[in-house]
């Protein structure tokens, strides 16, 4: 495969777009969020045997959710994309992740296995298909977007249901509580971001546990804004092999904390090595790599709000 040409650091547009001032948003985003899941109805509660399903990015979220209520010692979570959901296991509840509330597919798995359990939406439209279909809704109106590549919508759903773990008073250690991911994302969506990040020809972003799920949306990110060659791995696994697409004029990124021995591995490639877990949340850090993708989009002469071959909703017909 052949590497894209480096790009030059962008100079800054004038005119900030849709996508970037989303981006710019979540801070406020994320404790709202918080504040709605005090008294929301249709979470799971502690020892319910939960399925999260969603489509692209929302299918990352749920993998990151999943990981944490389960980590948390809140009962068995699993993630599947909607498009590939093994309907015959059984579930206490299911928790959709759907910005438009119009995917063919997620709507098509509600409608097959809601009279066998409990249905929770989580949505930016109160007047999507999705509220109907569900038996718990949350909107999330006020972290709707304009653009098609997701943003702020899928951090602020996560922001929900990582404050609902909170309401048990349990969270995995070394996991921050949503007030303390809000602060670390006000520092995100400010501070410089390192030269050679800009001017890399591709990028590799890692997570263990929960923060696997924000490193592969990182990639996403990258692809959809950008047509970046990017690629996404659990941070253990990047060993075993993957850790030879890393050189020179290469980033590898890790989203929270790095296994010990990483960090050493990753600099030996001569690679350009990215690593804040002991500063910022995972969550907060891929803001980071969000205004990167939208950074490297505008110095390739692409506009981040209107990416390649995209709709907002992917609805089938048939």
């Not at 389960?70 to 959901?85: I, K, L, Y």
């Not at 309907?87 to 959709?96: A, E, H, M």
């Not at 296995?113 to 809704?137: F, H």
Request: proline share 7%; charged share 20%; aromatic share 6%.
């Amino acid at each position: 495969m052949s590497e894209p040409s480096s790009t030059p650091s962008p100079t800054p547009s004038l005119t900030p777009s849709l996508t970037s001032l989303e981006i710019t948003a979540q801070p406020g985003c994320w404790r709202r969020a918080a504040e709605a899941a005090a008294n929301a109805s249709g979470l799971p509660a502690p020892g319910e045997r939960v399925a999260v399903t969603g489509c692209g990015t929302s299918w990352f979220m749920a993998q990151a959710y999943a990981a944490l209520r389960e980590a948390s010692g809140q009962g068995e979570t699993d993630a599947f994309p909607a498009s590939e959901f093994p309907v015959s296991r059984t579930y206490d509840r299911l928790v959709v992740i759907t910005r438009s509330g119009t995917t063919t597919e997620v709507l098509d798995l509600i409608g097959e296995v809601r009279e066998r359990w409990e249905v929770l939406a989580l949505t930016a439209d109160p007047a999507t298909p999705v509220v109907r279909a569900a038996d718990d809704v949350a909107v999330l109106d006020w972290a709707d977007e304009r653009s098609v590549v997701q943003t702020r919508f899928a951090t602020t759903a996560l922001a929900f249901l990582r404050a609902s773990l909170e309401r048990t008073g349990r969270l995995p250690e070394g996991v921050k509580r949503v007030a303390e991911a809000a602060a670390d994302a006000e520092t995100a969506v400010i501070e410089p971001l390192p030269r050679a990040v800009h001017s890399a020809g591709q990028w590799t972003f890692l997570g263990a546990g929960w923060a696997y799920g924000l490193a592969q949306e990182a990639a996403l990110k990258m692809r959809e804004a950008a047509g970046a060659w990017t690629e996404a791995y659990p941070a253990m696994e990047y060993r075993h092999g993957p850790v030879a697409i890393t050189g020179p004029g290469r980033v590898a990124w890790i989203l929270g904390d790095a296994p010990a021995g990483l960090e050493a591995d990753i600099s030996r490639t001569g690679g350009t090595l990215v690593s804040d877990g002991a500063r910022l949340d995972p969550m907060a850090d891929l803001i980071r790599a969000q205004r990167l993708a939208v950074a490297v989009a505008e110095s390739r002469g692409l506009d981040p709000d209107v990416p390649k071959g995209l709709t907002r909703s992917v609805i089938l017909e048939g």
